[in-house]
Nanobody, 120 residues
Framework: QVQPVESGGGLVQAGGSLKLSCAAS????????MGWYHQAPGKEREVVAAISAGRITYYANSVKGRFTISRDNGKNMIYLQMDSLNPEDTGVYYCNALKYDNGWYPVGSWGQGTQVTVSS
């Protein structure tokens, strides 16, 4: 089972950028679809980006054109480049292994997440 450790969050002004990283243990990482969840204050977690083993990507409409997900299978790492940040992007970001079945579902363990705060 994939065990993630997220990092890279912080405080940034609107319009700024951050790059999140996720170190994921597990010997099936290279064949596992991985994704990033965003949990805004008081709201449920939702998938904002995903990347398959074959590097096919998915983005939620809210981040399309601003966020870029990537992976390095040699290092068991997932990244999320976040550009043109706005206050609605504030929240905790988690990575997890995913499956798709009429929607995205987490199939791995949850890490601590990393806090992103965007000031206006």
């Amino acid at each position: 089972q994939v065990q993630p450790v997220e990092s890279g969050g912080g405080l940034v002004q609107a319009g700024g950028s951050l790059k999140l990283s996720c170190a994921a243990s597990g010997n099936r990482f290279s064949v596992t679809t991985m994704g990033w969840y965003h949990q805004a204050p008081g709201k449920e977690r939702e998938v904002v980006a995903a990347i398959s083993a074959g590097r096919i990507t998915y983005y939620a409409n809210s981040v399309k054109g601003r966020f870029t997900i990537s992976r390095d299978n040699g290092k068991n790492m997932i990244y999320l480049q976040m550009d043109s940040l706005n206050p609605e992007d504030t929240g905790v970001y988690y990575c997890n292994a995913l499956k798709y079945d009429n929607g995205w579902y987490p199939v791995g363990s949850w890490g601590q997440g990393t806090q992103v705060t965007v000031s206006s």
